[in-house]
């Protein structure tokens, strides 16, 4: 284990859950999961004010999964959240989180997805319940005792479930649970209709807040671009077109991301490395000797691994992942901007952080620029900078030394100096896109195509046509199903991976699969319906990068 780890180990969690926040590559809580976890796993209820990025889940997931029996197969837990989205990425989070907790089961009960096989999972025995609060007062409404088991309740993005018109079947929830449960409440914002739940329901609770003091940044120019998360590793790529850069660091979350992105950096012919707390020491002291001196230019690194980090030649600073509070990104933005120079910093906000950018404007004082991605025109032209730059020096000495042999080369050759310098250039840029089209053609990320932000989902579960179609907005292909895993990009999974098991463990043909997507904590594969069933059970067993896959039919509505 290394020091860093040390940081959740002084929780004394059930020692299956520490080893799973391992595997998943945290170094060290954040703020938020400091402050909650010792009192959840203590039993009180509990008011904690943090929004999306902070860490919230795990601050709450980690201390639940260690106070429910796995050896109990019946409801503990219920987390509920204002969206189908939400709801989904906190199951997905509890899943990641008792991966190493044989016989823990959770289930995602929310509007849009039939109510049979929702309720059947309940009764089957999962432990941990996350739902929106129509679909589950619809549950209730058929089974009033359906939640009569739960001890431990959460409210994950109270505000926002009061926003959208939630605050009835709150009531009725409150109603159908143990008076004794623990009550656990997160919300942005407090307002005064969060305090009266707070007061009607919660007993004695705790108050936990991220003390934001206002910070000053100086010198340090600050943009932030909203991006998918699953587009991070483009949008960086085609940011790095464009910044004019010396050194650079970029900061993300795990220690898989770290080499993750190195190594798509590396591909790219950039001089890259990462640095995590997984690294020995004295390798870290020789990556940041070498971004000193120039053997590197880009460090990918986690915030523990980036500690006392001092390199007067970093100009850029690019927060990948969001920081877990404001303090920290103006930690981490502070890396540049040394010696009195200018720097820039650079921060990718998906649709569920837009809120984060708003605190830190708000503890920085400074508004954080929206920039957009570089259009193919603002990539030719840095390209062409660049070339310039690299060749300008050269051309003014470069006739006395090389002069004659243009001259033999063009007779030999019998062509014009112009075809000859065309062809010097194209060997000298090896393939690179220089012209429009060309430029077109490589970049996967349209510009400007930034993400809407999540729709809630409508009271009474409704589904939601905008979200539907934000989430599936390619049709399926007759006779195909779309199948989902709870393996992503941070599980360390790319498409191939999941290609090459279906392929090998299913016995199919490489046409009968159609798109794979790969999103940050889930993925969709589509698959032949005819036989999806026998199919699946054959994929039963099947692991992808040391983790069961569990394959399982996707209903988008
Ligand atoms: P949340 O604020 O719960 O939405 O979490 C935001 C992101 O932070 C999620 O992708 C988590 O997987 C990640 N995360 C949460 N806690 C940690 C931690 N201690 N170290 C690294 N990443 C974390």
Redesign the pocket.
């Known amino acids: 284990m290394t020091q860093e780890t040390g ?2 180990a002084a929780f004394n969690l059930n020692p299956n859950i520490l080893a799973a ?1 391992i595997a ?7 703020a ?2 400091h402050q909650s976890i010792p009192i959840i796993m203590a039993g009180h209820d509990m008011i904690g004010q ?10 709450f997931a980690l201390p639940i999964l260690h106070r429910i029996d796995p050896a109990k197969r019946e409801p503990q837990a219920l987390i509920l959240a204002p969206t189908r989205e939400l709801a989904l ?2 199951a997905t ?1 509890f899943e ?1 989180y008792a991966k190493q907790m044989p016989g823990v089961t959770v289930v995602a009960v929310y509007g849009g997805a039939p109510m049979g096989p929702q309720l059947k999972a309940i009764r089957n025995g999962a432990q941990i319940v996350v739902a929106t609060p129509g679909r589950l007062c619809d549950h209730l409404r058929r089974d009033e005792k359906v939640l009569a088991t739960v001890n431990h309740l959460v409210l994950d993005e109270a505000d926002e479930m009061l926003k959208l018109g939630f605050m009835d079947d709150l009531e009725v929830i409150f109603k159908a649970l143990p008076a004794t449960r623990q009550t656990v409440l997160f919300s942005a914002t407090l307002p005064q209709s969060i305090r009266a739940i707070a007061e009607r329901h919660l007993r004695d609770p705790q108050h936990v807040k991220i003390q934001t003091k206002t910070q000053t940044v100086t010198a340090i120019e600050q943009a932030h671009l909203l991006v998918h ?1 699953d587009q991070k590793t483009s949008a960086v790529l085609s940011l790095l077109e464009v910044e004019d850069f010396d050194a650079l660091i970029m900061f993300v ?2 220690k898989q991301a770290t080499l993750d992105l190195a190594s798509a950096l590396e591909a790219k012919g950039y001089k890259a490395a990462a640095l995590n707390g997984d690294i020995a020491q004295n390798q870290r002291e020789r990556v940041i000797d070498s971004l000193k001196d120039g053997r590197l230019d880009i460090v990918v690194a ?1 915030d523990v691994a980036a500690r006392g980090l001092d390199v007067p030649r970093i100009t850029h600073v690019f927060n990948v ?2 920081p ?1 509070d404001p303090e920290s990104y103006v930690h981490r933005i502070g890396r540049t901007g040394r010696a009195g120079r200018e720097g820039r910093a650079l921060l990718l906000v998906t649709p ?2 837009r809120r984060m950018l708003q605190v830190i404007e708000r503890v920085t004082g400074q508004k954080v620029a929206e920039v957009r991605l570089p259009d193919a025109q603002a990539v030719l032209d840095a390209r062409i900078k660049k070339l310039t730059n690299s060749l300008s020096p050269l051309v003014a000495d470069a006739e006395s030394t090389h002069g004659d042999l243009l001259d033999r080369l063009t007779a030999d050759i019998g062509c014009t100096p112009r075809a000859l310098a065309a062809a010097l250039l194209r060997k000298a840029t090896n393939g690179q896109a220089l012209t429009l089209a060309a430029i077109e053609k490589e970049r996967p990320l349209v510009p400007n195509n930034a993400p809407r932000g999540d729709r809630p989902e409508r009271t009474g579960d409704r589904p939601d046509r905008g979200d539907r179609e934000r989430r599936a907005p390619i049709p399926l292909a007759e006779g195909r199903a779309r199948c989902r895993t709870a393996l992503g990009a ?1 599980d360390g999974i790319a498409a191939k991976n999941l290609l090459g098991a279906i392929l090998n463990e299913g016995g199919l043909a490489r046409e009968a699969i159609g798109r794979i997507q790969v999103r ?2 889930f993925s969709l594969v589509e698959l032949p319906e005819d036989g999806l069933e026998k199919l699946l059970t054959k994929l039963k067993d099947t692991r992808v990068a040391g983790k069961q896959l569990k394959l399982r039919r996707y209903r988008e509505d």
């Open positions: 940081g959740f926040v998943t590559g945290y170094e060290e809580p954040s938020i999961q943090a929004q999306t990025g902070t860490g919230k889940t795990a601050a990425q906190v989070a990641t998360a979350r795990t986690t992942d969001m877990y569920r952080e941070r940050d904590s």
